[in-house]
T-cell receptor, first 112, second 111 residues
């Protein structure tokens, strides 16, 4: 089945220790999104890629970076995680012209 | 005014009843509207999309859109305990690829 996969599902990191979250998809969608969702809040868009074109949200902290080496994979790098970065990180995909977004299972990040 | 507003609930309905979830949005340019279901600790799952005024039915789910009133709703017929979740309304932002989410309404279906 075509799907969006995120690894790891759970990640524990120490304060200030860099961490990378990964997302892959078999849907062949050209648009990939990264969201941050904290408890009882709506998903918050961090950035997205149209193909290789990177689009950062204005309020996304510089601490968050992203890479998309090919159509199928996208990475979220948190350079120096703080306690406030503990959240569920969601990857989603869509196709240009189609506005429906499909989410992966998410990565739950804990910062100690 | 928030761009997409939902009553956070919880909305509690008995099993077998109709659950009605409501959402209003502020941008008249929006043309695409979505309902996502999110179980606790899980990721959002797309359950309905609607683009035209009127009703769209899919199984026990009916989405209703009224662009003049800037209002979109989701009806769940014959509610089941397994429908207990948070329902997120999402609106396409100015017909870009980005979605604006409401805060979500928590639905509790009691056996």
């Amino acid at each position: 089945d075509a799907m969006v996969i995120q690894n790891p599902r759970y990640q524990v990191t120490q304060f200030g220790k860099p961490v990378t979250l990964s997302c892959s998809q078999t849907l062949n969608h050209n648009v990939m999104y990264w969201y941050q969702q904290k408890s009882s809040q709506a998903p918050k868009l961090l950035f997205h890629y149209y193909d290789k074109d990177f689009n950062n949200e204005a309020d996304t902290p510089d601490n968050f970076q992203s890479r998309r080496p090919n159509t199928s994979f996208c990475f979220l790098d948190i350079r120096s995680p703080g306690l406030g970065d503990a959240a569920m990180y969601l990857c989603a995909t869509s196709s240009t012209g189609e506005f429906e977004q499909y989410f992966g299972p998410g990565t739950r990040l804990t910062v100690t | 005014q928030k761009e997409v507003e939902q009553n956070s609930g919880p909305l509690s309905v008995p099993e077998g009843a109709i659950a009605s979830l409501n959402c209003t949005y502020s941008d008249r340019v929006s043309q695409s509207f979505f309902w996502y279901r999110q179980y606790s600790g899980k990721s959002p799952e797309l359950i309905m999309s609607i683009y035209s005024n009127g009703d769209k039915e899919d199984g026990r789910f009916t989405a209703q859109l009224n662009k003049a009133s800037q209002y979109v709703s989701l009806l769940i017929r014959d509610s089941q305990p397994s429908d207990s979740a948070t329902y997120l309304c999402a609106v396409n932002a100015r017909n870009t690829g980005k979605l604006i989410f409401g805060q979500g309404t928590t639905l509790q279906v009691k056996p």
